[in-house]
């Protein structure tokens, strides 16, 4: 099964720079998985200490939020696109 995972600027250099790549996985936790077995620091970088997604990550599967959806527990199939955006705050 092949996933593409959008990677964004500040994880970059756990993947070599890739600003894709491909994982697998029956929801979003196994994908997580995969994604650390490949790319090391991956899923501290996405869950906190409680295996939760961090507050500041929001992770979206074909366009929609996981958090509206099943959270890690969202289902994925071959084909799925999982993009990761860190949480942009700021400003005056």
């Known amino acids: 099964m092949a996933i593409t995972v959008r990677i964004p600027q500040p994880l970059r250099g756990l993947t070599g720079n890739l600003s894709t790549v ?9 994908c997580i998985s995969n994604l650390e077995a490949t790319y090391p620091g991956m899923q501290q970088r996405l869950m906190d200490e409680t295996g939760q997604i961090r507050r500041f990550v929001n992770i979206y599967v074909n366009g929609d939020d ?20 860190p949480a942009v705050a700021g400003g005056s």
């Open 22 to 30: 491909d994982a697998s996985g029956a929801d979003l936790s196994g």
């Open 66 to 85: 996981v958090r509206f959806l099943d959270g890690l527990g969202t289902a994925l199939k071959d084909g799925d696109e999982v993009s990761i955006v």
